[in-house]
């Protein structure tokens, strides 16, 4: 396979990036500290990675690497937690739940002598996207998860972002004082101001005039025209959400919610538009969105 450590390492770059800002959305309750890298290093196992952050003050760095330690002729991305303190990594691999335990414990005697450092015996399929841990001298320790997405994929892998940020996100969860996500970080992931979407929150559970709104559209969803009642029979019926207008950047807590500021939607169209922008025009992106996609 031919070799372009120009692109490959770019490549690494922007990886390390993505997840990188993906992380940052996901570190409140928790000790990660998550920079966007830029710069890629070299490293000793034919190819490059970066630093996207660490878990604390000297506590373990989180690392993206782009190389060929994993033993396959092409290069691997591999998403781990790096410290020179054993012990550090040692206690978190305690901690972590069953499925984060090191399937694999790699030592130097596992390595090939040449000029590049590569596992003698290739990391087996099963492997991948299950923590390894490394053990070297003078303590250095790395804990992390390869992923088998092939070199060949020159955009940014979704898939090793979701996977790379969840591995990263569980880990730091797991340690002494973190708390679990914050519910309201999940339901509005890119909207910074939290006091504002408990306030958006409120007011769409607020039981009354939820239900004349939902009266009102008749429980049809005015993203995707969906009705429970039509796909689930009478366990949908008089079901839908009351997602509320207005836009999250003005809202003010303590102004009264009108029915006039509610609308009907489904539970998918509904998690769909927290994940947008908090504008008033979400609701028409989205209908966009769904008329484009369905035809
Ligand atoms: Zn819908
Ligand atoms: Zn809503």
Not at 103 to 126: H, N, Y
Not at 207 to 215: H, Q, R
Not at 221 to 228: I, K, P
Request: aromatic fraction near 8%; include cysteine; hydrophobic fraction near 35%.
């Amino acid at each position: 396979m031919k070799s372009k450590p120009k692109q490959d390492r770019a490549w690494l770059l922007a990886t390390a990036k993505a997840v990188a800002e993906r992380l940052k959305k996901h570190c409140e309750g928790t000790r990660l500290r998550i920079r966007v890298p830029r710069r890629a290093a070299t490293a000793n196992t034919d190819g490059w990675y970066a630093i996207i952050g660490d878990l604390g003050k000297d506590q373990p760095r989180l690392e993206v690497w782009f190389d060929r330690f994993s033993g396959y002729p092409e290069r691997k991305l591999y998403a781990c937690f790096r410290t020179e303190v054993r012990p550090q990594i040692t206690s978190i691999t305690k901690r972590v739940s069953r499925k984060l335990w090191p399937a694999r414990v790699v030592t130097m005697g596992d390595t090939e002598e040449g000029k590049f450092l590569v596992l003698a015996d290739r990391l087996a399929r099963t492997q991948f996207n299950t923590p390894v841990l490394e053990k070297y001298e003078g303590g250095r320790t790395f804990y992390g998860i390869y992923d088998p997405t092939r070199e060949t994929a020159q955009r940014v892998s979704p898939h090793f972002c979701t996977r790379a940020v969840a591995f990263f996100e569980d880990v730091a969860r797991a340690m002494p004082n973190a708390k679990a996500e914050d519910e309201q970080r999940e339901i509005y992931p890119r909207f910074e101001n939290r006091k504002l979407v408990a306030s958006h929150l409120h007011r769409e559970r607020s039981k009354l005039l939820a239900a004349e709104c939902k009266i009102r559209d008749d429980y049809e969803c005015q993203v995707c025209l969906l009705r429970f009642e039509e796909t689930y029979g009478k366990l949908g019926s008089d079901f839908a959400e009351a997602h509320h207008l207005f836009p999250l950047g003005r809202l003010r807590e303590n102004v009264r919610t009108r029915l006039e500021d509610l609308t009907t939607v489904c539970a998918n169209c509904h998690r769909m538009l927290h994940r947008m922008e908090g504008r008033p025009d979400d609701i028409k992106k989205l209908k966009a969105i769904v008329r484009n996609h369905r035809r």
